[in-house]
């Protein structure tokens, strides 16, 4: 490698925590360069952020068009090799699509598009483009996430036969029961956020995250949503029942009205031999049970973890890594890809698990306005 | 108090665990004295266990209705004042029946009854009989359960909208994978064991739990229940979409086949103004969750507790106590009953605890057979 | 085994904490009735109290001199067989000594005696009177500690390198900067508590229980101690630095002023092979540390554990028992050896173990006052 | 800001841990660029490093001397800003001094020299030099332990009273009992690494600390060292008593040969109102114990937590943030330092610091040889 791959960012300007996130991940593996890119609608505030962040002005552009049509208009070894779409929900499709359509690798924030329809189309786009695109459901990233996943795939938990999932937030319940806050806030502004609000933001990782670690494909749901008010259309909370297969089922519990809860995403999958479980909050434990066995803890940086899981750990063990660390073995993924290094499946979520993510919220809030009724989310 | 409350005992004998978990509970507070039973349906391996746990012979009777005729018999002083109800399932009808009706006080095992018509009947005869009843959900005993339900009640987290209950093991296990096994063991035979395995019997603790801590009832569930076998026709796994008004929504998880876990049993409450959580195997933490506060972990003990809670605690914070102190908390509320003292109405449960979680069993198996839909579990 | 053994008490009256544990512990196993005893030296209270608990008054006597006349005039098979000493510390040695004498089993509470020259009189009456005596070290009773000696015995975690204790409270800390509180305790008071208050009362069980777990003896102690007021003349706070052999070294903590802390006993033991780490407050987690494996999390009840751990437990894994349950092991060993019983050497602490505690309290308050040198513990 | 600050790199080259923790810390806040440096004594591979990491080799140099000169001769605007200094232990000393002399900032990986000697001399470097230097002592960036200290200062748990700090690992554990191994670990080697290994190595780590969280000097210390083996004679485990002032006392205890642990760094403040825990491997959690209150539980992020310690939280609560984190606020600090911003004197530890460590670990090899006396720590 003679020098780091070129990261334009679209959005993620100011004190957004998203664009934190994504430019330190960048960072981890001294594998990018943020060169420029559109951080904010307004010109001006684009490039007060960039003088911020102490980088050059002469490739913030003044719009995504004119990004596009003056990065094209560079040599070849110049050029953005990647663009992370940070902006607003609603824009993640057309940004994207239209970077596809112009040859650009894409990282894409989740929720991918606002519709399934979207992604299905976007899906169409980027077969015709031949590059790469991730989406960034931050939290496989996760060493042990990703041991969690080889093992499952080793077969050392034997075959899944229950799965549950929950991710508690608590944070939108000061803005709930206040009339006005839950009249003026985005998330729950359909217009602005798309049909969900619980499911779409956070049960989709939850989702995501099943899909990810077991291997399977959920065939059904069956959702209870709440809402808690009656002026208020937005989901805040819900319950979905999953089947896998006949006699492999789930559950998926999201809330943003757990009371007092910060970011608790858990995950236990229960094989025929074995179970593991993962908290987020301590996100460098992983837990192995077996019948008449004593417990087992697995943490990161060990020799007794899966290639893959060692190659997203970068200290030894007892050095805790975090978040950051996670979203960054996604974009070192995709600097392998772009690279074309070896790189394992599942170093970052594709197209696929963004589609899977938004055909989850729509069934699941089908499947509770149709009365809480079984609704299949295979093709 | 002048001497122990003279305790009788039905089954529990031998290497029962559940006979330890009584004859210890009922010594904890210095307020029972086991005089004798009917430990065995064989009679002379109920004489055989009297010895071995020391107690004399001569209040050992072949067999309930010896019982209840000699003690009858004895002077009112002398008499046995409280039968301990431990015999399998099924009979644990007719024996509280029949003793209830010759004016026995009764502490009844969990499930009251096999079905809800005959805890119904149950009701009648102990309306007539005007003497104490009490069913041994044994966790509602634990200090800090107490504590929850108290705080639950003085509104400290606000009008309670969302909970959770969870109840996981994994014992069924290494059964279920194996034909023979599964076709052998009793509690997969609804003919000994009702018409539900894993709700039966751990998900009414879940339910009862709920019910206890919150002082809301359950109006309708909807529950996917899981067999894993074709030839297993009883529930060993379920989960449970809870509604107790509109807008106050829930789930209960309960499951034998959640592999490795011993007895995870976890309860969260979400309230508008903070959220309790607790789990049992580490019964002594209470944590309490407040929007934008510290976490806070009550233990018991301290001067912190409500009265019911401290009045649960032997020793002084930090020694902790189990689950035979649950247990005997269970005890001395009943204890207290029959001296005529002063007592808490949650000190122990009732017909009406019993009543309901014979109610649930049916409605959730009836829910699942259905196809998953809602059924009212009000009567 | 035809009726229960027969118990008498000393002391323990009232709300004595230390009476319900040796009651309740005693009731653990259907192995003990308590029969009298003398509960308070006011005979009327001695007597009240038995009726508080509901025994007879009949053997309830006005001293420890009537107790011995009248209970040696009953016939041998209704004689009390062991008396539990529940005293203030001052009279452990004058009535458990007047006991040995007269031919007693005696069970008796921590510190033996007040002075390491109490202790070896009371080994020589004990070594003259063929009788079974205990000294009641409750924290060796656990299960996970049984456990712990035993995998240690074994060999499991290979030659021990490294010892850690910690017995951590905070209860003096109000007392303590309060002039008037401190000059007024009698735990502060050598008159009434001794020559050492921290180092005595919770110290003692953590060198009690490293020479239990590790099965070595510590031969040399450093140690320096905190009074934090120059009116204070009793230690509050204490570190002792401990030498087994050249090169086994190991440090015990003990506070009564770690403010907050309730009773943070922990114990942490590292071999050439693996460590094991305990916590009272958690009692029922025993964690394996191995170089380079998943930490194991061993629980009691399984089979994985030694004889001696699952001899001291009655239920199931996850069904938490607590520290009732470890002094019902104590007295349960005491049973088995007062029956003639084969039982287990560790089932409970001894007269050596006593004399030890006796001689480490000496030493240590020696070692500091000489100004913080080695002083040696071996005889 | 218009540009990054420029940050050169002494060693870290390769598989380099520390080069890894450093250039990731440097890129948390957008505020460095690495430009140059000397990442290897091989020119080639450090030529080679650069190219691997992605950074232009212009400013890779031969030697020390020569970035000097050939750095000094760039127009001030170009010139590296500040220099990392990551190579083995011994070169801290002289190629700090040299970069102060020739008026570089220094960001110094710790132990910051070989000697107290030799910190002194440098102490009277810095102060001709008019320059800024820090030296890392990683930790002390967490966000919790900045609220810790804050805490302190702020009397939230009153005057300190008790003091313990444990800093155990296990890694020397299987290179001690193999002799080749144990002769051949440059760790060991009093050549390479020092006096003393461990209380070198990790023992100075645990004295900052707390003299960082507490904001007091210690004033003696009595050390007692283990080294295992008799060819061996590096420290890998050692206990030291401390005394702060004649009430004030604490322990240390630092241990490389703790079986299976990994970087148990935990510290636990004890004062007249409350007591403060912390550790390191779950770095989020800041556990604040009051009599008889619940304890609480603070985490990073919250509103409740003070300016400095919300200054090291880049995300909301419950994403947890690492040891990248904690270092990348130090690297901000010094960035503010350099920017001449506004700081906080505890946003990254300085020489006096550096100072305090080396004193602390000829002191504690002191006491230990002169037999486990007190030695003075005051200067």
């Known amino acids: 490698m003679s020098s780091k791959i070129k990261l334009g960012i679209l959005g993620g300007g100011g004190d957004s925590l998203i664009g934190i996130l994504h430019r330190v991940a960048s960072a981890m593996y001294d594998r990018y360069e943020v060169v420029g890119g559109v951080f904010n609608p307004e010109h001006e505030e684009s490039l007060n952020f960039a003088k911020a962040i102490g980088i050059p002005t002469n490739r913030i552009y003044k719009d995504l068009d004119h990004l596009i049509s003056e990065e094209k208009a560079l040599p070849q070894e110049e050029r953005m090799q990647v663009i992370s779409v940070l902006t607003p929900n609603f824009l993640h499709f057309p940004m994207a699509k239209k970077l596809l359509e112009n040859g650009f690798n894409v990282i894409c924030e989740k929720p991918m598009t606002t519709t399934y ?53 608590g944070w939108i319940n000061p803005i709930i029961h206040d009339s006005e806050k839950r009249a003026n806030t985005w998330r729950l502004d359909p217009e602005k956020s798309g049909i969900s609000c619980c499911v779409g933001d956070i049960g989709t990782h939850a989702f995501d995250m099943i899909e990810y670690v077991t291997g399977l494909e959920v065939q059904e749901v069956l959702a209870d949503l709440n809402y808690l008010y009656e002026d208020n259309v937005m989901d805040i909370d819900g319950t979905v029942l999953l089947r896998f297969s006949e006699h492999v089922k789930g559950v998926l519990r999201s809330s943003q009205i757990a009371t007092g809860e910060e970011n608790n995403f858990a995950v236990k999958i229960y094989g025929e031999k074995a179970g593991l479980k993962w908290e987020q909050e301590n996100p460098n434990y992983l837990y192995l049970l077996e019948d008449g066995q004593p417990m087992r803890v697995l943490k990161p940086g060990h020799a007794y973890n899966s290639e893959l899981s060692l190659d997203g750990t970068k200290l030894p063990p007892g050095h805790p890594e975090g978040i950051f660390d996670s979203m960054g073995n996604i ?42 009724v079984w609704v299949s989310i295979t093709e």
Not at 132 to 150: C, S
Not at 334 to 363: C, L, Q, S, W
């Open 117 to 169: 329809e979207e992604a299905k189309i976007l899906e169409k786009t980027l077969e015709q483009s031949k590059t790469i695109f991730a989406v960034t459901y931050t939290y496989t990233g996760y060493p042990m996430i990703r041991q969690m996943k080889e093992m499952i795939a080793a077969g050392e938990i034997g075959k899944v036969q229950k799965v549950d999932v929950q991710y508690y937030q």
């Open 331 to 372: 974009y070192k993924g995709v600097a392998k890809a772009i690279r074309n290094e070896d790189y394992h499946p599942a170093e970052f979520p594709t197209m696929k698990d963004g589609i899977r993510g938004m055909n989850f919220i729509e069934k699941a809030v089908e499947s509770h306005k149709k009365g809480n």
